[in-house]
Each structure stands twice: as C-alpha cells, then as structure tokens.
C-alpha cells in the first residue's frame, strides 16, 4: 500500500506561482499530477519516471516544472485561470509508456488539493 499525502493548493492571482507536493511512503515507478476542473475528465498535467524522465501536457509547457526526490513537487509559474481545478497526486508501480496519460492506469492517488487562479 502506497499512501500519497498532499499540500501546497491555494488561491492565487493569474501570473501568480503556486508549488504542490506529494509525499509518497515507498518509491514507486513513474509520479504524476492530475488536474480536474469541474464538468471536466481527470487530465495529466505532468508525470515524472524514477530514471528523471519527465512528460509535460501541452498546456502547461514552459510553464510548469516536475521534480522528485522523497517527494514529488509541481513548480507552477505563469498561472492562469484555466488552471483552475482539483490537482491529484498519482503512482504507478509499473512502467507506462505510451499509457500513462490514462488515469486507470495508476494504482494509487493522492486526496486532491484545489488550486484557484483569479483573473
């Protein structure tokens, strides 16, 4: 059993910077974050392997940054409103692939933590 704890959401102006972290209990594989806004499907933001190896949805290129040590952290620069939603740690305990955009994929999630861009 993995146990994935959260923090770092919060309200913030657009052009504003925001860092999640997610605290993991054991190492696993590939790391990702997940967003969901309202009325939306749980998309990947960004995943990161245990080898460094980083994936970026084009939305938040140039914009966000993925690291890990103990801890998996979500830098997030440039903020904009559409940014707005539920951000969700995730682990899987097996290589993705071209598999790991689909969130049924990951065996083991974080509880959410909302993050809020005003414009």
């Known amino acids: 059993q993995v146990q994935l704890v959260e923090s770092g959401g919060g309200l913030v102006q657009a052009g504003g910077s925001l860092r999640l972290s997610c605290a993991a209990s054991?190492?696993?594989?590939?790391m990702g974050w997940f967003r969901q806004a309202p009325g939306k499907r749980r998309e990947l933001v960004a995943s990161?392997?245990?080898?460094g190896s980083t994936y970026y949805a084009d939305s938040v290129k140039g914009r966000f940054t993925i690291s890990r040590d103990n801890t998996i952290y979500l830098q997030m620069n440039s903020l904009k409103p559409e940014d707005t939603a539920v951000y969700y740690c995730?682990?899987?305990?097996?290589?993705?692939?071209?598999?790991?955009?689909?969130?049924?994929?990951?065996?083991?999630w974080g509880q959410g933590t909302q993050v809020t861009v005003s414009s």
């Open positions: 054991t190492r696993t594989y590939v």
């Open positions: 990161i392997t245990s080898g």
């Open positions: 995730a682990a899987a305990l097996r290589a993705l692939g071209t598999l790991k955009s689909q969130a049924l994929n990951y065996d083991y």
